[in-house]
């Protein structure tokens, strides 16, 4: 039986995880089960796609990734099973909501099901909880090792969210262009910008600040001082040695994040 | 091995839940184990009791079923193993405390046992973590498959926590009269009021405020109004668009809830 | 296959431990994992040394225990593999920073590998995250049952926190010195104070105040007073019945706590 992971925005407050794992539990008996996490941000899709992505590769082939945040739950939105091509096999299930766009982005996404078998879904009371009345029972068949083909028909039309990739000079330009995508834990800031467009004598700039310092790991730091490293995703990372960067700083997901050769430009 | 799942007020800040873990895995090898929530608020059994009895019926058959809000621990409260009868088969094993109270008014409960085998008890140091010495090895065994009847005499006379229950017209009110029994994750408010209950033209009053709309799922909801829904547990719920119901109307578990079918009454 | 438990201070809200179990399961399909807690507070090893010793007596020999607060990450900081000796058999799979302290002042630890196999370790991106490319594969060898002598040298001289133990008379002190090591989810002051070494007719005194009541467990307690009680883990507990002891008295965590046989002394 593969392996299961489960990333959602229910929170571990409540009853809702359980009840996704008992059906999951119920229905493919044996399945081990992971969580990704369930402290996504209420209907945070992006914040959504952004784990989903990392999480996959490290997982074994064959894995199902169950991910359920859903604020369209009950409406028409399509309930997709995306098959993973790359660099790890497996399957996505999840709402047709851009969730999604992330490994499709990568390259990582195969064929792409709308789930339109009413039979497999369950006549769970009210129609708020699919993640437990249709997410579960799909993630089960695939776990099952059914015929994927049976869930509906192949389409092409995924929902995306609107990600505006990293540029550098020759996309228009000048040095290079990113976001902050994600804060951790510990306030690092990981951003898109591939750690392999950086280049020698660069420095980033990101809320009015400029940060010169490199290194490869955070002890490298000198305490207090702010540096950029090649991240656990492959992006770049900026790290405040001994405190939190995105509070120091008060920098939010979505900041942009400026590199460039020729030492700091005046940011508006 | 069937499924055990594990419910408790312990936080996951401390090794208290894994030591419960790693006792069920010494005492019976191979368990599956599930999470339902550690975030239960110190010593809260009306909200043990809620989530647990929101829990169970949708885990396998055979399931047993841990759950420790227990602020008697050490003290001569008993320990009790109920046999789940209905919607599914399995065990609860809890403190009698009244953790079991919305299982047994919903039918949910066969026998149940008073666990007087001090030899299955661990002499753990102290005598506050019978989760890890006491319960863990009660569950361990029924996990076994051991019989139930050894653990102890059946008795009819748990302690059931003062719950009550809704009413409606030939109850002795007009309309429906109900409570909000939890608060979700998204500030979304779960009531007791069966979503039968709701008939066409009523309205809910909460709070100080009617809410007239309703719809089948959260999306359907115009952004900013607030409308009735039929819940996950079969229940009606209140919703906000968009925003956190709980907070925005500063509305606390308990709070009464009102549906007429006349248009809204004028509230204290 | 054995269990592997992860302690960490990654928290849930990031892909971290999703990726860390993601990798185990592709090199030991089939392990079974346990949380400890991955609340340890951001690089604190003293809490992360506390709670491992706190839950590794609990769970089944063999077990491998995977503990990774690691602000070293990157360094050249050693990762040990220590085997436990008592009172149950397993691995400890951590950094080289005194995660192992306590385990070692018990004397659970038997030999201690520096783990030297690089051809263990994934090419992960970036150095910053050995959890998921050097840890979890040398937790994974181990689960395997492979041989632990092949990891690298047994060394001797793995790096200690400096931590004072409790004294008593004959330890040059008056009665007993010890101190706060946590503080649980209820706001219990767990001391380091064997319950045994408590006399009759002693008190205790903490943050100026003084506990002269003693107890076996919470709800013996009058409400609102506070007792000592001997706790989950042997050693003296302070609890304040109803109450959060240490948010209330304003007591951190390496508070001095005094017990003496003849009444209060002042404290400066």
């Given amino acids: 039986m593969p392996v299961l992971t489960l990333l959602t925005d229910f929170g571990l407050a409540d009853y809702y995880v359980a009840a996704v794992k008992g059906t999951v539990l119920r229905?493919?008996?044996?399945?081990?089960?992971?969580?990704?996490?369930?402290?996504?941000?209420?209907?945070?899709?992006?914040?959504?796609?952004?784990?989903?992505?990392?999480?996959?590769?490290?997982?074994?082939?064959?894995?199902?990734?169950?991910?359920?945040?859903?604020?369209?739950?009950?409406?028409?939105?399509?309930?997709?099973?995306?098959?993973?091509?790359?660099?790890?096999?497996?399957?996505?299930?999840?709402?047709?909501?851009?969730?999604?766009?992330?490994?499709?982005?990568?390259?990582?996404?195969?064929?792409?099901?709308?789930?339109?078998?009413?039979?497999?879904?369950?006549?769970?009371?009210?129609?708020?909880?699919?993640?437990?009345?249709?997410?579960?029972?799909?993630a089960a068949f695939l776990l099952r090792g059914e015929d994927a083909a049976a869930l509906g028909p192949a389409i092409d039309d995924p929902v995306r969210l609107p990600i505006e990739p990293p540029r550098r000079a020759g996309d228009g330009v000048d040095g290079v262009d990113g976001r902050v995508v994600h804060i951790d834990r510990y306030g690092n800031l990981v951003t898109d910008i591939p750690a392999s467009w950086l280049e020698d004598g660069s420095c980033a700039e990101i809320a009015?600040?400029?940060?010169?310092?490199r290194a490869t790991h955070y002890a490298e730091i000198p305490?207090?001082?702010?540096?950029?490293?090649?991240?656990?995703?492959?992006?770049?990372?900026?790290?405040?040695?001994?405190?939190?960067?995105?509070?120091?700083?008060?920098?939010?997901?979505g900041a942009r994040v400026r590199i460039s050769r020729t030492g700091p430009r005046e940011t508006a």
Same sequence: chains 1, 2, 3.
């Fill in 27 to 138: 229905l493919a008996p044996g399945a081990t089960i992971v969580d990704v996490s369930h402290e996504v941000a209420a209907g945070d899709r992006l914040a959504g796609a952004f784990l989903l992505a990392a999480a996959v590769p490290w997982f074994p082939d064959g894995t199902v990734h169950l991910a359920v945040v859903d604020p369209g739950v009950g409406s028409s939105r399509r309930i997709l099973a995306a098959r993973l091509a790359a660099p790890v096999t497996g399957w996505a299930v999840l709402p047709d909501n851009g969730l999604l766009t992330l490994l499709l982005d990568r390259g990582h996404v195969g064929e792409i099901r709308s789930v339109e078998r009413d039979d497999l879904f369950l006549p769970g009371p009210g129609s708020t909880f699919h993640g437990r009345d249709r997410f579960a029972p799909v």
């Fill in 208 to 213: 009015g600040r400029t940060v010169e310092r």
């Fill in 223 to 253: 305490p207090g001082e702010a540096a950029m490293l090649p991240g656990s995703l492959g992006t770049i990372e900026l790290s405040l040695r001994g405190d939190d960067l995105a509070r120091r700083w008060k920098v939010h997901r």
